[in-house]
């Protein structure tokens, strides 16, 4: 079985300020590890993904996150956040398992990410 | 683009009532599943189905009961419906191929009070 804990359930920062949000998991196998983005009265979507390869991986909008195997976490960063930033934000894992976890995922608590002007 | 479709938006329901919340995906992705959402609780799998006839429980199946007559609809079930099921029931799918590495597409949402 997975678990994912998010250390932070809010965030305040001020616009251009940098973020961390942080993601540690526990597996007794190899995951895949996701963040999604939720913003107001919306579904989530995937913002980023570590699959394997390079353990930085960076998203469109300015987001990235690095997979520490050792630390099993996966943290979240930006170095200057804005306005439209403000969501709520999910680490979740899935189990690399050869597509037999079917892509269930176990997810995080949440952080709320609040950036004030 | 219509994605992952849920319906309705918004419902309020009394104790000891029945409710389907429908889920439809113009995707034509197998993997289908259904979560519920409560506040600094992230999100719970509740059923989850890998293709048309085929679906198995998640992590808190308790009180719901899914069906999977199509690639497209994936309807969930409440039969008696609880105060405890008072909830956001997200909707999503995604691309079997590459097994588990593929993202979820999310709808969004149905906000479900049980009084």
């Known amino acids: 079985a997975q678990s994912v804990t998010q250390l932070d359930s809010q965030v305040p920062v001020f616009e251009e300020a940098p973020v961390e949000l942080r993601c540690n998991y526990s597996s007794s196998v190899s995951v895949y590890l996701f963040w999604y983005v939720q913003y107001p009265n919306q579904g989530l979507q995937l913002l980023l993904k570590y699959l394997s390869g390079s353990t930085l991986v960076e998203s469109i909008n300015g987001f990235e996150a690095e997979f520490n195997k050792s630390q099993t976490s996966f943290h979240l960063r930006k170095p200057s956040v804005h306005i439209s930033d403000t969501a709520e934000y999910f680490c979740?894992?899935?189990?690399?398992?050869?597509?037999?976890?079917?892509?269930?995922?176990?997810f995080g608590q949440g952080t709320i990410l609040t950036v004030h002007p | 683009n219509a994605g992952v479709t849920q319906t309705p938006k918004f419902r309020i329901l009394k104790i000891g009532q029945s409710m389907t919340l429908q889920c439809t995906q113009d995707m034509n992705h197998n993997y289908m599943y259904w979560y519920r959402q409560d506040p600094g609780m992230g999100l719970k799998l509740i059923y989850y189905?890998?293709?048309?006839?085929?679906?198995d429980k998640g992590e808190v199946p308790n009180g719901y009961n899914v069906s999977r007559s199509t690639t497209e609809d994936f309807p969930l079930r409440l039969e008696l419906a609880a105060p405890s099921q008072t909830s956001v029931y997200f909707c999503a799918s995604s691309y079997s191929g590459q097994g588990a590495t593929q993202p979820q597409h999310f709808g969004d949402g149905t906000r479900l009070s049980i009084l």
């Open positions: 979740a894992v899935t189990p690399n398992a050869g597509g037999t976890s079917y892509g269930k995922l176990t």
């Open positions: 189905s890998v293709g048309a006839g085929i679906t």
